[in-house]
């Protein structure tokens, strides 16, 4: 039943039940009062005028006489009881008869006996209706009783079960929210009636199960997404690790596991920087992460690790995680990723390149050098007088033979970088003799252009810690790149620089100069600005970097777009 219901019915039968009490006393009071009135009335009056007559009789005056007859005329009016009226009449005709003879005391001894005969009818009229008025007055306690006991009883009823009927559910509802408040989704209500808490019950009910089956399908979905991610990166073939943001390897797929050496439960949850004690390759993994050098995604050297008894490359990508926690504006850092390329195949196929490019070199330098050496003899006209046709022939056939061998000089140069082949031998070196080599080595070329060159190179100055012919080769192929990029006829700066520590050698010149956006990738290997009509093989500046950075010292360049370039080495001072 309804709470609402169950009040009104309540409260109402309550209320109807208090207007019945109401109404039976009312009722059983006027009763009441009608039959004590009736008694007073009809009787009590009655015995009144009998005592008044009877106290007048025994006085005998004239005065007693009309006090007699005014209470006979009173009792004669106040009939009531059946053969009162008869009695009356004979204490009528005994008193008229007395008044007439006085001495005839037989007349008085009739009245006073008719009298008594009407003072006893009453007294049993009196009796009778005083039974009547108990009874009235019996029945009256009785509906009253009744009517007061089913009060009471429905009072008691209300009092005993609303407050639990109302305040219970509300108890455990609070209670049941609570749960719900503190993610235990599998609570439920249990108070099953058909009142409006019932179907409170039931929505509540209904709605627990749904979050219920949102958070599970949620949870579900989470681990199913969980396990897929897993399964993608157990499945790849290169090696994945992931940290967290205390460098604590949170995964690892198979192939990461089986590079480290390390077992699945050696490397999971333990800490990178405690493993990087014992274990090279977590060391060489998290080295950037331990000294905070960031930079998501940089690329680094490949590095090398020998497992299962072969040796293997691996390029690695660090990258670090960050998320906006939900209802923050920052981002904060969660963890890191670290991705292992397996290179080993293109570095094998890179170990091959050079090494054929190192041998086709080297196998073309003796017959370049030998076809020198023919066209020396043959310009030297030893074996012989040359027209000047056969004289232009052998100088074009020089040119390319030069160029020929500055091309296997470089790609030489190149495998021994390649190869880590490189030998230095770093001694004290003059600045000044070197730029004069390298102004040497490209006179010619410069003659070919009328180029002029400016030089402002202090003497004496410094020597500097440099591989002399190195440095040379570099400083040549940088005039020698000055000269080629450069319009006929113009001038070509060479300043030598001191500061405290290092000595700069710079080359100016006054050529097309380099686009900004070219200007960073000029010394990777084989690049060559788009459009570049000179012969070349991008691979003097990439060989100069090298050369100068494997000696301590750096090289770079400062260009402005169709006014020229200036190439600076700058090196360590000799102590
Ligand atoms: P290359 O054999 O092509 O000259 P380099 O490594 O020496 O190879 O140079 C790389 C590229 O840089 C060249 O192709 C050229 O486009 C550009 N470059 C080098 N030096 C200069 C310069 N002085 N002025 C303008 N461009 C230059």
Known sequence: MKIKTKLTLGVGLLFLLIILLSLVGAKYINALKADSENILVANYNSLEYSRNMLVALDDGSEKAYQKFDLNLQNQEKNITEIGEKEITAEIRNSFEQYKSNKLDRSNQANIRKDIFRLMDMNMQAIQRKAEVAKATADKALFWIAIAGTMCFLIAFILLVNLPSN???????????TKQIAAKNYAERVHFESHSEFGQLAKSFNTMAKKLEEYNNSNLAKLMMEKRRIETLI???????????????VIFANEEAIKISGLTHAELIGKSAQELAIKNDLIRSLIQDLMFDETGSGQKQQPIKIFSENKESYFEKETFHISITPTGETGSKLVGHVIFLRNVTTYKELDFAKTNFIATVSHEFKTPISSIKMSLQLLENEQIGNLNDEQKKLIYSIKEDANRLLKITGELLNMTQLESGNIQLSILPSDPNEIVLYALHATKTQADQKHIHFEINCPDPITKVQADYDKT???????????????YDHSTIYISIQQTSSQVQISVRDTGQGIAPQYKDKIFDRYFRVPGTKKEGTGLGLAISKEFIEAQGGQISVDSEFGAGSTFTLTLHIAS
Do not use: F
């Open 166 to 176: 109302i305040a219970n559910p509300i108890k455990e509802l609070t209670e049941s």
């Open 234 to 248: 157990n499945n790849m073939h290169d090696p994945v690790i992931g940290l967290d943001e205390n460098l604590k």
């Open 472 to 486: 040379a080769w570099v400083l040549t192929n940088l005039i020698s790149n000055a000269i080629r990029y450069s």
